[in-house]
């Protein structure tokens, strides 16, 4: 539902929710559904201009999700929150390390080759 509102601009309504789902997947210690919640409003809170904030929702959420593709994908929209930022040495730096380190975006669906 937060991506409903979220795509129709209800942004303080998204806030709300996100911010309530968040509180109780930390008390019923679900940090997959923490990690969502926390990278949607960081998504949010970049898309508001509340870029410092959408920085530190986007870490929090990086420190909570385990999937290799998942973690990829706050990767990338933590260099583009640095973007926004204005941050280019941190952005370079930042695109680089996802580079480096991505997981499924080569080999996807693909055997390694030895």
Known sequence: MPTRIFAKGNLPQAQTILDDVIVQARDQELPEVQGLALHSRAALASRSGEHAEALKLAYEALNLTARPADRDVVLEDIAAIFTQMECTTLRVTL?????????????????RST
């Open 95 to 111: 695109f680089l390390f996802l580079t480096a380190t991505a997981q499924m975006k080569s080999f996807a669906g693909q055997p």
